[in-house]
């Protein structure tokens, strides 16, 4: 059987001085212990299932601690870090640039550095900043300079901007949560569409956009005028499907929602040719990924399907793999 040679979209790497930091402050992203990244252990457990390229990027919290200074610091050192994994293996691996979000100035210009002097593949923006979600416009000068350049930009969650439920861990529920809400932030403030040239990938099969995607439907509806909610109710299938399509602008990844449960639904809201292949390595531990990746294998997908999954639809946004 030929080997699939995936793409891993949602591969996150810690470079030792960046974990050390995380360990010193106390933070367990996710609420779960801090795992170990090298690139022989990453190249391990690509092989044992199939991917050959994973672009690299830095899971939450990201390098904002309240301090500006510290985050642009932060930022060039994981970026760098990054690069020089990439360099040494550039068909192996790529990377997403970490930026210094809420911090626009210092974001706008690591961005500039990360994409035009470490080639980065994109940029990694956490769903929400200091309790601000992508679609703010506190944001628009960092989007309108990504927009410029058509960028790849990878939506991961972070702590909600709000208490955890003790005992529940906040990657079991609130991180797809965090990304559903700046995902409908982004399309209620009309950022979605006036950034069009952004390729926005969401995390983890988008939070709960699919499962929930009529119900963005209804809210969209529900803003417009009266006597547009009239024309709505003769042409209902039109204009619901209109928004849908607004939907479809997304990109997905599958990253621990590759199942025969969460894919039936993804498939059926996001346009086929968006939707990519993930593991959430290492936070997802090796066996995870392996049970993961044979959930995967018992979906009722079609061969092409698996194809584009696999590997093709990432092409799009990674022309330099081809």
Do not use: C
């Amino acid at each position: 059987m030929t080997r699939p040679r995936r793409i891993d979209v949602h591969h996150h790497f810690l470079p030792p001085d960046y974990a050390q930091l995380l360990r010193d402050k106390g933070i367990t992203p996710g609420g779960i212990p801090l795992p170990t990244w090298t690139a022989p252990l990453a190249a391990k457990i690509m092989g044992k299932v199939g991917v050959e390229t994973a672009i690299l990027s830095v899971s939450a919290p990201g390098v904002w601690f309240g301090d500006a200074r510290e985050a642009a610091w932060w930022a060039r050192s994981v970026n760098e870090s990054a690069a020089g994994v990439v360099s040494a293996a550039p068909r192996n691996f790529g990377f997403f640039a970490t930026l210094t979000l809420p911090d626009v100035e210092r974001a706008i210009a690591e961005a500039h550095y990360a994409l035009e002097e470490l080639h980065a593949d994109g940029v990694i923006l956490l769903a929400n900043n200091a309790g601000l979600y992508l679609g703010d416009p506190a944001f628009d000068r960092l989007l309108g300079m990504l927009d410029e350049r058509g960028a790849v930009v990878f939506v991961h969650p972070g702590e909600l901007p709000a208490e955890p439920v003790h005992g529940i861990p906040t990657f079991t529920a609130d991180f797809l949560l965090d990304t559903t809400r700046s995902a409908i932030s982004l399309i209620l403030s009309g950022q979605l569409e006036k950034y069009a040239r952004i390729r926005w990938i969401l995390a983890h099969a988008g939070g709960f956009v699919p499962y929930i995607a009529h119900r963005i439907v209804l809210t969209m509806l529900s803003r417009e005028p009266k006597w547009r909610l009239v024309a709505v109710a003769v042409r209902r299938k039109a204009e619901a499907q209109k928004r849908m399509d607004v939907i479809r602008r997304f990109w997905f990844d599958v990253a621990l929602s590759s199942t025969p449960t969460t894919l039936p639904t993804l498939m059926t809201v996001a346009d086929p040719g968006k939707v990519l292949f993930g593991t959430d390595f290492p936070f997802a531990p090796p066996a995870a990924v392996r049970y993961m990746r044979d959930e995967y294998d018992l979906a009722q997908l079609t061969r092409e399907q698996r194809h584009r999954i696999d590997r093709d639809n990432a092409l799009v946004l990674f022309p330099r793999l081809t």
